[in-house]
C-alpha cells in the first residue's frame, strides 16, 4: 500500500524547472453491460516549458480513507476493481511528448460477462508516469531528479439508476480547535459527490457565522469523518448550527442540527 505522498496529482504539478504533465479530465465515468466495450478519450499534456517527456502508462488501484484521503494500491487489489477491464491502444502505452506537445489516449473499459462479484460499481486509477527523470533543484539549491506521475480516477457502473443516500451519523463542536466535526456514511451502492453546507447562528443575537463550503467524495460504504473549519471568530454565548449535505437535487438532501454554547 502506498499512501498518496509522491507527485500522484490530480492536478498539474510543476516544478521549478517548470516540469510538468496535465491529465484531464480528473476522473472519468463509465456505465456499461457485461462484455459490452466502452471508450472515452483523455488529453495528456507535456507543460513543461523545455523538457522532452518519456511517458508510460500503468494502472492501479485507491480508494478513501476516513478523512477522504487517497489510498493507493496495486492493480486488482481491492475487490471492487476494474483495473482487469481496462486498456488502451498498443502503441499509447509508451510515448513521448516535446515541450508544448498534447496526446489523446483513448480509454477502453470491457467488463467481464461473468463478474466475480455482484458489486455495481467499480473503480481503478490509471497513471501516466514519467519515465525519464529531468534535473532539477530543491528550495535549498540541491541538485534532485524530478521524475512526475499523474493519475486518472476511473469509476465503472452497470447501471447509474441506482438509489443514492447519505446518512449523517454524528455532529459535535470542538471549542478547542474551533471545528464542527461532522460524520456521515454512503449508504449507497454507487460513489456520491456533494456539497457540505453549514450555517451557525447566535441564538440571542441573529448574528450569522459565515462557514465555507466544502466539496466531498464518496464511494459505496464509506464512513467519512470531516472537520468543519469555524475561522470566524465566536462571541460567547449559544449557537444553532445546521449542516445540509447536498448530493443530487433537491429530493437528494441530508440536514443535521446542534445546539452548542461557545464560553
Known sequence: MNK???LFCFLIFQAQAQTGISVSPPRIYFESKPGTSSTQKITVTNVSLKNTLDLAVSLGDWEYDEKGENMMYPSNTLKNSCASWISVKNNDNYFTLAPGER???EVTITP???ANDSLPAHTAVLYVSQMNPVDDFDSKGANIKVSIRSGIKIFHTFSNSLTK???I???????STNNLN????NQSEIWVDGKISTEIINIKTGKKVV???IVFYTLPGNLRKLSIPVTQALEKGSYNASVIIDY?????LEMAELNFNYE
Open 182 to 185: 461532522l460524520k456521515f456514511k
Open 112 to 114: 467481464v460477462k461473468a
Open 103 to 105: 496526446k489523446d489516449l
Open 248 to 252: 443530487g437535487d433537491s429530493s437528494l
Open 165 to 167: 443516500k447519505i446518512e
Open 4 to 6: 498518496l505522498a509522491l
Open 169 to 175: 451519523e454524528d455532529l459535535k463542536f470542538d471549542q
Open 211 to 213: 462557514v465555507n463550503d
